[in-house]
């Protein structure tokens, strides 16, 4: 059974700083590509970084670049996203997902999807 699990998510003031992450199982981690996405209240989902699991960023979204890390760790099959100075336009519902190939802005490349961790930050 596939399984991505994200952790991490809450309630934060400007400038701060949160980590989520994403537990993967039930498929072979290490050759996929792993991806977070966002999603605001009315608003697309958007992705926000990809990463292969060999530990090559593939992609960062101008809007979270020089804010955001992705990164992951084989050994535990998790992918990570750090956050910092959160700015309140980051409010969203972040979603792991993960898909064959690491193409940017290509949300049908993604084959499964975690149920979504909430981030808020407050102004």
């Known amino acids: 059974q596939v399984q991505l699990v994200e952790s991490g998510g809450g309630s934060v003031q400007a400038g701060g700083s949160l980590r989520l992450s994403c537990a993967a199982s039930?498929?072979?981690?290490?050759?996929?590509?792993m991806g977070w996405f966002r999603q605001a209240p009315g608003q697309e989902r958007e992705e926000v970084a990809s990463?292969?699991?060999?530990?090559?960023?593939?992609y960062i979204a101008d809007s979270v670049k020089g804010r955001f890390t992705i990164s992951q760790d084989n050994a535990k099959n998790t992918v990570y996203l750090q956050m910092n100075s959160l700015k309140p336009e980051d409010t969203a519902m972040y979603y792991c997902a993960a898909g064959a190939l690491c193409i940017p802005k290509r949300e049908a490349s993604y084959k499964y999807w975690g149920q979504g961790t909430q981030v808020t930050v407050s102004s």
């Open positions: 039930g498929f072979p981690y290490n050759s996929y590509c």
């Open positions: 990463i292969y699991t060999g530990g090559v960023p593939t």
